[in-house]
């Protein structure tokens, strides 16, 4: 079901399918509530599905010219709110990890598990900002060009033509995201906090799933964050779009998650 949530005069669009235990999808940077279509199927038949477009992406429209995570995160709770849900398990693909860190860091107390997909607890390098700066000059001067160079390089090299296919549908969603969207989505990653504490003393598990060939982040960084943490770690031998490259290994690993939790 399609619905929408005024929240400080803006629509929120999310969808919301099957009941049970709540669990809460999160896309990435560039994408939208469409990515999750396979593992919504999957697990709407065991538990209550809720998937939000975050700022600036898909059907939800911007909120300013700077989109935190925390104000992400608020969004996703006020959509908790309106459905009357308290605790819910978070799954957050890249961008939409960073937001589910952020709602953890927030509302701890309303977390039952945490799924960091690609994703990273610590904040940008300095080096990161960097990019994150060039990046938004490059939105800025053709951001339809920057949509169309980015999306394949999300993916393993060796991936690229294997699922053309694939990162044509990816490019054509991403595409849809405004221009203010995208900076407003690059300025907020750019200054998100460090959040990999919550990886080690979080009162909920956790799970990071790793692409081994991640070209967006780097593995043994990743791996790093989890030393000595609580957190559950399943490393994949591709890219930063395991939906994708690694798609029934990622969905196995996700429902056992939630299944165990």
Known sequence: ????????????????????????????FLENITMWQSLEEILNMRYKVICVDLLGHGQTENLGYVHTMVQMAEVVK???????IRRSFLVGHSMGGYVALAFADLYPDHVKGLVLLNSTARPDTEEK????DRAIAMVKENYK?????S?????????????????????KEALTTSKQGIIAALEGMRIRLDREALLHFGPYPSLMILGKKD?????????????????????LENGHMSLIEDKATTENAILQFIKNN
């Not at 006020?78 to 009357?84: D, G």
């Not at 900002?129 to 994150?132: A, D, E, P, S």
């Not at 982040?217 to 770690?233: F, R």
């Open 1 to 28: 079901m399609s619905l929408f949530l005024s929240y400080k005069n803006i629509p929120i669009h999310y969808t919301v399918s099957g009941k049970g235990a709540a669990v809460v999808l999160l896309h990435g």
């Open 78 to 84: 006020e959509v908790l709110n309106s459905l009357n």
């Open 129 to 132: 900002k960097i990019g994150r």
């Open 145 to 149: 060009s920057f949509v169309r160079n």
């Open 151 to 171: 999306i394949p390089l999300l993916f393993r090299s060796t991936s690229r033509n294997l699922y053309a296919e694939e990162i044509a549908r990816v490019k």
């Open 215 to 235: 070209p967006v982040l780097n593995y043994e960084e990743l791996v790093a964050q989890t030393k000595n943490a609580k957190a559950q770690v399943v490393a």
